[in-house]
């Protein structure tokens, strides 16, 4: 009877530890879908978000009192996100 009993609790938890997965690999499907779906409806979008997640170069840090390095990072950005969309959308 013992023995049952240790069965039937590894299969309850087998079963739990399956639903705890299942749910976890449901939502890195939803993320994986809303990123395409973005990529999809709004490529630029997805480009520029992506370049903002990845740090700063030294060369693009704002200067807050110099307003032209403010507006060259801008121009330069712009420029960036452009060129990755391209590559993007061209498949490469």
Do not use: K, N
């Not at 060259?72 to 391209?86: H, K, V």
């Amino acid at each position: 009877m013992i023995e049952l009993t240790v069965v039937c609790v590894l299969l309850v938890a087998l079963l739990a530890w399956q639903a705890v997965d299942r749910r976890a690999e449901q939502r890195e499907v939803c993320a994986e879908r809303a990123d395409l779906l973005q990529r999809i409806q709004a490529p630029q979008a997805a480009v520029v978000a992506h370049h903002y997640e990845q740090p700063a170069d030294e060369a693009t840090e704002l200067v807050p009192d110099d307003d032209e390095a403010w507006w060259a990072s801008r121009e330069s950005r712009d420029e960036l996100a452009e060129r990755m969309m391209a590559e993007e959308t061209a498949g490469g």
